[in-house]
């Protein structure tokens, strides 16, 4: 008998105990995306899967010479320019002239700007902490068309670190947002690396608090 008012009740509140599931559910979702508990190695995988991303564009981007070559010549028209402005990736172009002295020519953000130093260091993939944040970058030198040389700058922004927030402006990664509480930027080795393309060693994470 305790059996048979038992089944009876399941049966006849089922529906309640589905919204109860979903409800627990959604908190534990709810919970999980405000305290940005994301695990170590989620947050691994998504910004390295991000920054490799954008490097395969990168490539990409340096096969096509006849885009280049329009753009450091000033030859697109103002639909490529904003296919270029809406690149998760930074790019600017530099002419080399003959005392060495390199001219900014084309660049598809005002976000930020590479110093002196960054202009004049060698060729290659590194990691740098910028005036606004951490950035992979990729330099590398292009000869046009009619025989002239640029150096160019692509930057891939890793998180934003800003002096000063605000509401506009929120120290956060790029690739998951809501983990700047729990996790951050290291260059000395942890468990938890972040690697380029190629499998090289680009920066750390480091876990601030326990989720």
């Known amino acids: 008998m305790n059996l048979y008012k038992n089944d009876t009740f399941f049966r006849r509140n089922s529906f309640l105990l589905i919204i109860a599931a979903w ?5 534990f979702i709810i919970n999980t995306y405000l305290n940005g508990s994301s ?36 030859k697109y028209n103002e639909v490529e320019l904003q296919r270029q402005v809406e690149k998760k990736y930074f790019i600017f172009f530099y ?9 900014p020519v084309f660049w598809n953000t005002q976000v930020i700007e590479p110093d002196s130093i960054l202009i004049h260091s060698p060729n290659g993939i590194s990691f740098q902490k910028l005036v606004n944040g951490w950035y992979v970058i990729n330099q590398r ?8 040389y640029y150096k160019t700058i692509f930057l891939i922004p890793v ?13 956060s990664f790029v690739a998951e947002g809501n983990i700047e509480k729990t996790y951050d930027i290291s260059i000395s080795p942890t468990s938890h690396v972040i690697k380029d393309e190629k499998g090289e060693p680009l920066f750390y994470l480091h876990q601030l608090s326990n989720p």
């Open 95 to 103: 002419k080399i002239d003959e005392p060495g002295k390199p001219i």
């Open 141 to 148: 030198t292009f000869r046009s068309s009619n025989g002239a």
């Open 159 to 171: 998180k934003w670190n800003y002096y000063i927030e605000n509401k506009y402006l929120h120290n």
């Open 23 to 27: 409800l627990l559910t959604f908190a």
């Open 39 to 74: 695990s170590p190695n989620a947050a691994q995988k998504d910004i390295q899967k991000n920054i490799n991303k954008q490097q395969r564009a990168i490539d990409t981007f340096c096969l096509d010479s006849a885009l280049i070559n329009n753009i450091v010549e000033g």
